[in-house]
């Protein structure tokens, strides 16, 4: 009996366990169809009480464009996103005024918190990740997220005049503050000439009164009262955002730029349209980790400017989602055939040196547009070769390409190389790399990006190659024509020469005369300079110093009541002002490259009102000294020097900063570097011994890359430094016992030496420019070494 009760008891559990489950399920269900059916009238709602793509009339009725403002206050109260709250958003987004964008963000924080319908949760998804507190960057893409999910266009953005609303709450029509801009009208007439047939398809038509007769009305689309005056480029996302803006037409408009992007892939036979079944054959005979689930093609927009900052052309291309889902084991292809090398950024400073230094040179440099759609990627029976297939992007038909034909869904086959494929790096680079070789190049033992060639008469041409920049030095008029000639018929288009003349990399070469070339990063320090903009200079900020002479102690401070840890949005901030300037730094502002090590260090772990103040004082100076550019100037005596120098103790917990320049005593050096040791050292000459050591490993790869070019001159390196212990010690003949760790070093020096590859030199430290890689330099000495490590004319400041 007892265990007839127990198996009954059991059965009423389960039996209300399993009515739970069912309830919850159930429950479930009921609120996914309650948010579709909230995030529907949301988007009646903001279209004016009409689904997307139907026909409708803003008249008399209430929408989001003409309804009472007169109570509104932003609030959400009523438990939906009130058609007035929407109005306020949209307004204050587009009032043109940080206040207004400030404003704006705080609404829609607001909306994300206290609204639990559709809208609220889209927010607050959006918002999902983005830290809280000061607002930033990640607002701005959190509340485009949410216009795009909720109104299912790509972005909403509403003119300020389109926002008109009667006081006294009595509806009024949008051609009250209608388009009132002549060019603007200009501009959709063409657009509705050129694109009839597809807006009353893609588009709802918006019928507003005639501003000059208000008998008759006017019929506009969707992207016309979407335009804007100044459309950043990041926020477009599709063609049809691209359409509704003002540079869709025209011989440099969005529109010609996306006609050429598939003009030259129907060249080049990237993709291929296949019924959906081609993909699921491929997937059944080869598995998914050969043919893994269609991705998706993001559409990208940019706007290109040269070194200098000149605006030069608008690009469009795709690329190809090709990442694993988080979390999930879908393959991608594995890391190596997804390396492909570039040109160093020392080799990159080489090829100015070589620009004067070679006797009647000539300095070209070029860009490939498409180069990523060059290669042939690995067949899917070999080992690391996939078969991949890409969905359609809507919006694409007046183009030719349709996701469905007859009713059957089509896929792209990407059967060529295509920017996106985790191995197209790869592939361009090998495809590239066998062309020069084809043509008679040698590919370098020590930069496997720099190619050379010799001709009868010992002239040689120096290629350096960055992905799709190509840097030519070639003191040969006839193999620079010749591989000119091949690039023309190999690659099936002219080298982009004109927007890119004198840039590599983002660094723009300037040859003053036949014996000095500038190198200089314009483009990157306005960069530099708009994303500081939102953040006023404090009062009290000199940028004289990149660093203030006691700016390593105080960076390094714990926080405290006076030193606060910043907000994260800030410490954003600070990593993309970071991130650009360090690379400014690293390619061509070395006089800065000791403070972006040294606030590197506490940006991320340390973050206090100390730190940010001085990432903001080190990013101002780099902007407000634009004008200082390295220079390269000839040697006459083709000696290049070896400069080496440490401090002792600075860099925090016994550890010590050193710093090394190679390159012509007048001119900028090739190679710098700053140096923060792993180990304590207990003198500045252990750490001196301990840079050293990594000086002369590149002095070594240096000398040999020269030798392969036939420019390394007779005779040992002068290797200047100024440890008089470090100079002594590798000339005796013991080591004391507690000095027997660094015996293996004072021998790479001693060997050095006596090999001919270096020449020690004592040098004064006022003279030695490695000086300033080492330590926080003020006043008049941060003036001349600056001078120094930047190849200034004597004097220049």
Not at 295 to 322: L, P, S
Not at 457 to 480: A, N, R
Not at 497 to 507: K, L, M, N, R, S
Not at 717 to 725: H, I, K, L, V, Y
């Amino acid at each position: 009996l007892a265990s007839e009760a127990k198996k009954a008891k059991l059965a009423s559990e389960v039996k209300k366990k399993t009515k739970l489950t069912s309830e919850a399920s159930k429950e479930r269900r009921r609120e996914r169809r309650r948010r579709r059916k909230q995030k529907l009238r949301a988007i009646k709602m903001a279209n004016g009480g009409a689904m997307i793509g139907k026909p409708v009339v803003l008249s008399t009725e209430s929408s989001v464009l003409n309804d009472d403002v007169s109570s509104c206050d932003g609030d959400i109260d009523d438990g939906s996103p009130t058609a007035c709250f929407m109005t306020d958003l949209v307004e204050a987004l587009h009032s043109g005024s940080i206040s207004g964008h400030a404003e704006a963000m705080s609404m829609f924080r607001r909306l994300a918190k206290d609204d639990k319908t559709m809208a609220g949760i889209l927010a607050a998804e959006a918002l999902e990740g983005v830290p809280t507190g000061p607002l930033h960057a990640g607002d701005t893409k959190a509340l485009d997220l949410f216009m795009q999910q909720l109104f299912d266009v790509d972005t909403i953005r509403l003119p300020h005049d389109f926002l008109n609303e009667d006081a006294q709450g009595e509806s009024t029509s949008v051609a009250d503050g209608g388009i009132r801009d002549d060019e603007v009208e200009m501009m959709i007439a063409e657009s509705m000439a050129a694109d009839k047939a597809s807006c009353s398809d893609t588009f709802p038509l918006y019928t507003v009164l005639d501003d000059d007769d208000e008998s008759t009305v006017k019929e506009l689309p969707l992207f016309a009262v979407n335009i804007v005056d100044h459309e950043d480029p990041a926020s477009l996302h599709s063609a049809a955002s691209a359409r509704r803006t003002r540079r869709w037409h025209g011989p440099e408009g969005w529109k010609r730029a996306i006609e050429a992007f598939f003009e030259q892939l129907e060249k080049m036979k990237v993709l291929k349209m296949v019924p959906y079944s081609v993909f699921t054959d491929a997937q059944r005979n080869h598995g998914p980790d050969k043919v893994p689930n269609p991705k998706r093609m993001v559409q990208i927009f940019v706007e290109k400017a040269n070194a200098i900052g000149k605006f030069t052309r608008r690009k469009f291309r795709m690329v190809y989602a090709d990442v694993a889902t988080p979390g999930s084991a879908e393959p991608v292809a594995p890391p190596e055939f997804t390396y492909s090398p570039v040109v160093a950024s020392a080799s990159q400073r080489m090829m100015a040196q070589l620009t004067v230094q070679l006797e009647g040179a000539t300095s070209k440099q070029t860009d490939l547009a498409g180069a990523y759609y060059h290669g042939t990627p690995i067949p899917v029976d070999e080992e690391g070769g996939r078969r991949l297939f890409a969905h359609i992007p809507s919006g694409l038909e007046e183009f030719g390409y349709n996701r469905y034909i007859n009713g059957v869904e089509h896929l792209w086959e990407v059967v060529g190389n295509c920017p996106g494929r985790v191995d197209a790096g790869k592939i361009w680079g090998d495809c590239y790399c066998n062309f020069l070789l084809e043509q008679g190049l040698t590919q370098s033992i020590v930069d496997r990006r720099i190619y050379y060639q010799k001709d009868v008469h010992g002239k040689v041409m120096v290629v350096g190659v960055y992905v799709d920049d190509t840097w030519v030095v070639s003191q040969s008029p006839e193999l620079s024509a010749k591989l000119e000639a091949a690039w023309l018929d190999r690659f099936d288009t002219a080298a982009d020469v004109d927007a890119t003349e004198g840039d590599f990399c983002g660094f723009h070469m300037e040859r003053l005369d036949k014996d000095t070339v500038t190198m200089s990063g314009d483009k990157l320090i306005n960069r530099l300079e708009e994303r500081l903009k939102p953040f006023p200079r404090p009062a009290t900020m000199t940028t004289l110093y990149p660093m203030a002479e006691d700016a390593l102690a105080k960076i390094r401070a714990p926080p405290s009541e006076k030193n606060p840890l910043m907000s994260t949005s800030l410490q954003y901030a600070a990593r993309g002002i970071i991130g650009l300037g360090g690379f400014l730094s690293v390619n061509a502002r070395p006089d800065a490259l000791f403070s972006f090590v040294a606030l590197s260090q506490q940006v991320g772990q340390n973050f206090t009102k100390n730190v940010w103040f001085a990432v903001q004082r080190w990013a101002r100076y780099l902007v407000d000294t634009r004008h200082l550019k390295m220079t390269f100037r000839r040697d006459k005596l083709n000696r290049y020097h070896m400069a080496v120098d440490s401090s002792v103790g600075n860099a925090g917990e016994g550890k010590s900063f050193g710093g090394y320049a190679f390159g012509f005593p007048s001119s900028a050096p090739i190679d710098y570097r700053v140096i923060s040791a792993r180990q304590v050292s207990d003198s500045s000459a252990s750490n001196e011994l301990y840079v050293g050591s990594l000086a002369l490993k590149a002095v070594l790869g240096h000398r040999m890359l020269l030798k392969e070019l036939g420019q390394l001159s007779e005779g040992p390196t002068p290797f200047e430094m100024d440890a008089q212990a470090v100079l002594s010690g590798t000339t005796s003949e013991k080591v004391a016992r507690d000095m027997r760790f660094m015996a293996a070093r004072y021998h790479m020096l001693r060997l050095g030496e006596y090999d001919g590859v270096i020449a020690k030199a004592k040098v004064a430290s006022d003279e030695l420019r490695a000086d300033i890689l080492t330590k926080p330099l003020t006043g008049t000495k941060f003036i001349d070494m600056r001078r120094r490590i930047l190849g200034l004319d004597q004097g220049a400041v």
